[in-house]
């Protein structure tokens, strides 16, 4: 009998614990708590946004002959929000065939260093281009691919920089050109620089 009786000391012992446990575990989920929210953690992208000036025709000239020449300026401005970085490239036609878009010359100059306030009459700023309408590959300054490539132009938050851009038809053009004709496009093409 004392192996019964010690069994059931043995089971009253472990229902006595198993009770104290409980007790103690519920005594332990009374805390004093508090929290606090953090709102208004708003976002926002910025934007890229070049604008050019002239939109349209930034050189053009009718009834060239050879000698001729066509200056112009072109203000480019960064009106976005985030630093970026352009570049320029162009397509022209050849639809009569007399290539006239190969034989004009282009030059493009950041604004003339000696007298910026007008700002392409002297046409002495830095070469950025030279030759002719379309280039290779349609490259005139700096490359679109994405990141940063050599020839490339920055511009930060709001600021904008002046181009000078000459077409000249050489003296040298001879009677293959009379009459000829072409049109080019220039296409400005900007990415962010922050985190490219």
Do not use: W
Not at 29 to 52: K, S
Not at 53 to 82: E, I
Not at 110 to 136: H, M
Request: aromatic residues 4%.
């Amino acid at each position: 009998m004392q192996i019964k009786h010690a069994g059931r000391k043995l089971a009253l012992t472990v229902l006595v614990l198993l009770a104290l446990a409980v007790f103690l575990t519920a005594g332990t989920m009374a805390l004093f708590t508090d929290a606090q929210g953090v709102p208004g953690n708003g976002f926002t992208t910025g934007t890229i946004d070049l604008t050019t000036a002239p939109t349209s025709a930034v050189v053009t000239l009718g009834n060239m002959a050879p000698g001729d020449v066509t200056t112009n300026s072109l203000v480019v401005s960064n009106a976005g929000t985030l630093p970026l970085r352009y570049a320029i490239t162009s397509v022209a036609t050849n639809a009569d065939a007399k290539g006239l878009k190969d034989q004009l010359v282009l030059d493009v100059k950041s604004v003339d260093v000696t007298t910026p306030a007008v700002p392409c009459d002297n046409f002495d700023g830095t070469q950025l281009y030279a030759g002719d309408l379309d280039s290779v590959g349609g490259k005139l300054i700096g490359d679109n691919a994405q990141g940063a490539q050599a020839g490339d132009r920055s511009l930060a938050i709001s600021s904008n920089e002046t181009l000078c851009v000459r077409a000249s038809l050489p003296s040298s053009t001879g009677n293959a050109y009379a009459g000829a004709t072409t049109t080019a496009t220039f296409t400005f093409d900007s990415e962010q620089t922050a985190n490219n």
